[in-house]
Each structure stands twice: as C-alpha cells, then as structure tokens.
C-alpha cells in the first residue's frame, strides 16, 4: 500500500536528515512500525530493482506486499492483521533479477539462531523505575567518581542447572546483588546486539538495534537495566560499529550491491576477521551506525558504550600489508572518513546524554583521543590502556628474580597515565586463546599465585585510571574463559580462591569509598611517586590524593621475599593508618605484618626530611591512609 499524502509530508525531515548522515533517531523512521491499521515497514536499499517485505502475516509470500519507493532508495508498504513477534524479511531484488530474502536492519527482535527473521515488535509500554539513579548520577562527573567495570558474558557468567542460558531478568536477579555486594559500580556485558555465531561472542554483529533473542526480549533487558540501576549499577554495552559478518541474511551487498560497506576491495574487507567494513563515507550510512549508539541510550536507559576496534576504524592499512591498502587523499593511512564519523559520534551522544560513557577501545598510540572534538579530539572520554596492560601482564610473568631488570614495565606507564583520560583493562581478550587466566600467569608456587593476584590487583586499583576486570578473575579461575560453560563457582568452596575473592571484594568497596583512588585520575596533581625506582626489591610506593587533601599511599612489593625494616621518604610528619593489606590472614597471607598504625620519624630518605618503616611481606600490597601532624600555625 503506498504513502498517503500527511505521511509523505511527514518523512520528509527523517529522510532528509538520514541522507545528510545527521539523523541520530533513524530508527524511529525505518524498520517496523505499528499503525491503527497494522504496521509501516520502511528499509533503505537504494541500487534495488524492487522490494517486497513478507512473513507470517502472508504464508511468506514474496508478491503479497510489494513496496513503493517514496524516496530515492527508500521504500515503504503497509501490512494489516500483524501482531508481535510475527517474522519477517524483506525480499530484495537487484539489478540483475537476482532475489535475496534480508532481514531487517533496524528490527527490534529477531529470531534466535540458527534462524534469521527479524520479529514485529513494539519497545513502549516498559515501566521504569531509574529516575533517582539518574539524579544521583548526575551529581557528579564521570572522571571524579569511582568507575570500576565488571566485565561479563551474558551466557557464561552463570547458566541455568541444565546449562542453557539465564534470561536476561534471572540474570538481572543475580548479578544486581553480586555487584552489589562486591563493590563494583558498573557492568559491561560483551555484545548483546544480535548475532548469528555464539562463537562471535557478539562480535559480528547482525542486529544494530536488536539485543540477541538468546537471552529473552527486549523488555526482558529493560528489565535487566532497570534492575541494575535500582542497585545503584551503570551498564555498559559493548558496541562494534567497525565491521559485520559476511552472513547472507545481513547487512552484507543487502541490495545486490555494496550498500553499507565500501565498494573499494582495498577498503572493504577485514580479512583477519572474514568480515566487512562500513562504508563512513555514506552519510546513510553514517546515520545507521550514530542511530544506533543514540538507541541504546535512549530506550534502553544505558550508561555507557565501549566501542571496540577503533584503532581498526582509523588506519587503512589495519591488518593489512603493502599493496592492499589505499591511501587517504593526502597520502596517508589515516581514514579520514572514519575520524569524522567518530567526531560526529561522540557530537551527537554527548549532545543527547552528557553524562554517557563513550570508551575506545584504541591501541595505537593515536592522540587526543579521550579530548573532546572542539580541542582537536576524537571525542572518546575515555579509552582503554592498552599499553598499561601489556605491561603489567608481560611483568606478571616474569619470576621474581627477573623482575628487578624490568622495573621499568611497572613505572613507565606514569610517563604518559595523564596524557589520556584511560580504563585499565583486564578483559576477556587477556584469558582466552591459549593467554591463560590471570592467576595462572602468576609464577611460583600455589600459594605464590594468588598472593601474586592480591599484589596485582592492588597495584592495579591505586594506579591512576579507571578499573575493569573480566568475570572470573575476582576469585582466581584457573582455566581460560569458555564461552560455552558457566563459571567454575564451585571454586569458592576452597579457602586460596574463597580469599582472593574476599579480597577482592574488600579491595572493591574501599576504592568506590576512598576519594584518593579516583578523584583526581587525570593530572599529577592526585599522585607522587614515594618509592619508584628500587629495582633491587622489586618495591613500588605512591601516594594518591584527592581535591581536599585527604591521601592514601599505596605499598607494593612485587618478590615473594619478605623485606623487614623497609623505610619509605615523605614530606610531612604524620601518621599512616593500615586500611588494607593482602597479607592479612583473613585474605589467605601469612600476617607476617599486624601493625596498624604507623608513626612517622625525623629520617631522611628518598630526598625527603620525614620517612616511615614497616615490613613489607613477601607478594604483597599494603595501603595506608595518611593523616600528617598538625604544623604550630595550624589549630
């Protein structure tokens, strides 16, 4: 059935604004909508020769709704006697007479694998409860508030008795109290857009505006982030904006041609990922990917997206040697059209929802990353410490004996910790593929392993930058992540991990409550090195201080050898009170230091005129919170 003449005066904006790549809501214009009498279904496919949308409401045929192109490349039909979750795909014939059955770029729903429909569905009628959560954000800005990631896959962190998956609310009912109680203030949930492969992880996506079936409905994860908030959680959601699969169904030549991916061979194609890669050059397309980030936001309530792959977005020559890449206009292998659709990107959601979270998942060394775009920036405010990971792993596995030659690997990161506003990652990508989980990259003996994990974590949690830690590791999994089995939960049962995983709980709620640890995350102002280049001891010290002076120093030493009498320079005289220390018997050490309160002494050390003692236990990690004395002119 064609347009009538008000709904063709009335696309006339949205159809505008999606060819000049500036439509951030194009979802509300294309895909499926209900109607009074049925439903309006709309789908861009410009080099199309005709277009038809069929499913259930028709036994499937291809001829019973053809639809009419009310705009160049846009093509809209009416359908009647539709109810939800009736399936549906467009069939799409190119120019050659060539039919191919498409599902349904922005569909809402979608079957679960292995089928491949898109499913009619409506997203109103949720009632949420998050307003005081969002109030309560809002206070505060995103860089002087504690952010510290739980990272998990939505169908391994825990499985049903039978080892099918949780839904999304079963999951919402265990994870809120989980994070709750270990201290965590958000979860990132690797992709939940759908996808055909669970072997994917999410990774080449399908749906662009479809959470995976695999797990429930779309107010089945309305639910899920209802209930997170209401626990006082943010969600994250990991977005991939860089490339899809190659899956006949999909985005891939959707009309016969290369529609949403570019036509150059020399750009199209990630061929370590057998996937292709958005054409963002195409301000339709441009409108797609922005309309999809903004409809997480604004129906799903979300926090934050991580946006992965960007470093894969921004050079041409990504995975790609001499003589299969273009240049860029000026000769070089940036992609210019990619840097510009990030900017507009991050324009947009920020312009929408000021208090987002937008992190990059950026390796390169690619500057002003996490700036805004009116200093030049790419807009991101935040990305991933790719290099403070390398590091901090390729450190870890070194024995104790070797580490002294490498003291670099723990004190180089604060040469460039504030030239960004960074994550520091510990996620999935560094337990899989034969890497092995965390603990078993610790050296030495069993006990050494998880006294390693302690030192590690609280190494990690008082350097500068906001945390993320992928499931499992809290409480020391042995093997690698397996997308197919739930946790091993049954490891609590035995003291090493029920410990580290105590510890790492108690390490959680003392950073989310300890304004030293994350006030001040982004300048030189929020930390001093006390102790950085004893190689010898392999011992690490700092002081992080927030905006009103209250500091917490931070003691690590990285030997499984107990080093008595260790004395450490300060400026001020004062007292240093143990807040934590994960040689604590209760944390599974061997408490070999019990003292809880420490005074300062007139000693030089380390060019300062005060210093103070303690034992530091053999892998371990001690913070301290720091009161100085009272100078004569003050009361």
């Not at 797609?288 to 992965?308: C, E, N, P, T």
Request: charged residues 25%; proline residues 4%.
């Amino acid at each position: 059935m064609p347009l009538n003449n008000n709904r063709k005066n009335s696309a006339e904006l949205p159809v505008y604004l999606f060819k000049q790549g500036r439509n951030s809501e194009s979802y509300e214009f294309f895909g499926s909508h209900a109607t009074p009498d049925g439903a309006v279904f709309r789908v861009w496919a410009p080099n199309a020769k005709s277009v038809s949308v069929t499913g259930d409401f028709c036994g499937w045929s291809e001829e019973a709704h053809p639809m009419h192109e009310i705009a160049d490349g846009i093509w809209e039909t009416e359908v009647s006697a539709i109810k939800r979750y009736d399936t549906y795909k467009y069939c799409i014939e190119d120019k050659k007479g060539v039919r191919r059955m498409k599902a349904d770029p922005y569909a809402f729903h979608a079957e679960t694998r292995p089928g491949t429909a898109s499913k009619f569905y409506e997203l109103d009628g949720f009632n949420w409860t998050d307003k005081s959560y969002f109030s309560r954000r809002s206070r505060r800005t995103v860089y002087e508030s504690p952010v510290n990631i739980y990272e998990i896959h939505a169908g391994s962190w825990r499985t049903n008795e039978d080892g099918s998956f949780l839904s999304y609310r079963l999951l919402a009912d265990e994870l809120a109290p989980y994070l709750t109680e270990m201290g965590y203030t958000h979860v990132e949930l690797m992709p939940i857009t759908e996808h055909p492969f669970d072997g994917s992880w999410g990774y080449q996506t399908t749906g662009y505006f479809a959470v995976t079936s695999r797990y429930g409905t779309p107010h089945d994860f309305m639910y899920f982030v209802n209930k997170l908030h209401e626990n006082g959680i943010g969600v994250i959601l990991d977005w991939v904006p860089a490339h899809f699969p190659k899956d006949a169904f999909g985005l891939y030549e959707f009309d016969g041609e290369c529609q949403y991916e570019y036509s150059d061979p020399l750009k199209r194609e990630h061929a370590d990922w057998g996937t292709r890669v958005f054409d963002y050059g195409k301000n339709e397309v441009v409108s797609f990917l922005i309309s999809s980030a903004s409809f997480f936001f604004k129906k799903y309530h979300i926090d934050g997206l991580r946006v992965d792959a960007v470093a894969s977005m921004l050079y041409l020559d990504y995975g790609k040697r001499d003589g299969e890449w273009r240049p860029n206009i000026y000769g070089g292998r940036e992609n210019l059209e990619a840097v510009a659709f990030i900017r507009h990107l991050n324009e947009c959601i920020f312009r929408d929802h000021p208090y987002a979270l937008m992190i990059a998942e950026e390796s390169t060394a690619w500057p002003l990353v996490s700036r805004p775009v009116s200093d030049g920036g790419l807009g991101f405010n935040f990305k991933w410490n790719m290099g403070w990971m390398n590091d901090i792993l390729r450190y870890t596995s070194l024995d104790g004996l070797s580490r002294k030659y490498n003291h670099d690997l723990i004190t180089f990161s604060l040469f460039y910790a504030f030239s960004e506003n960074f994550i520091l990652p510990i996620s999935h990508d560094e337990v899989v593929h034969g890497k092995c989980s965390l603990i078993n990259k610790m050296p030495g003996t069993y006990e050494e392993k998880f006294a390693g994990m302690k030192v590690f974590l609280g190494y990690m949690y008082s350097h500068p930058g906001k945390k993320l830690l992928f499931m499992g590791q809290e409480f020391g999994q042995f093997i690698e992540w397996q997308e197919k089995k739930q946790l091993d939960w049954f490891l609590l049962d035995y003291d090493s991990h029920r410990t580290l995983h105590d510890f790492t709980g108690a390490l959680n709620r003392l950073y989310k409550n300890s304004a030293p640890l994350w006030e001040i995350d982004y300048s030189w102002e929020g930390f001093e090195w006390l102790v950085s280049d004893d190689c010898d001891n392999s011992v690490a010290a700092f002081m992080r201080t927030d905006k009103k002076g209250n500091s917490i120093a931070a003691v690590c030493n990285f030997t499984p050898v107990t080093r008595k009498n260790y004395r450490i320079g300060i400026d001020r005289a004062g007292t240093l009170t143990v807040i934590l220390n994960s040689d604590d018997a209760a944390f599974g050490g061997k408490g070999e230091f019990a003292k809880k309160r420490i005074l300062t002494k007139r000693i030089p050390m380390h060019g300062k005129e005060n210093s103070f003692e303690l034992t530091l236990p053999g892998l371990s990690c001690i913070y301290l919170k720091y009161t100085p004395a009272k100078r004569k002119d003050e009361k």
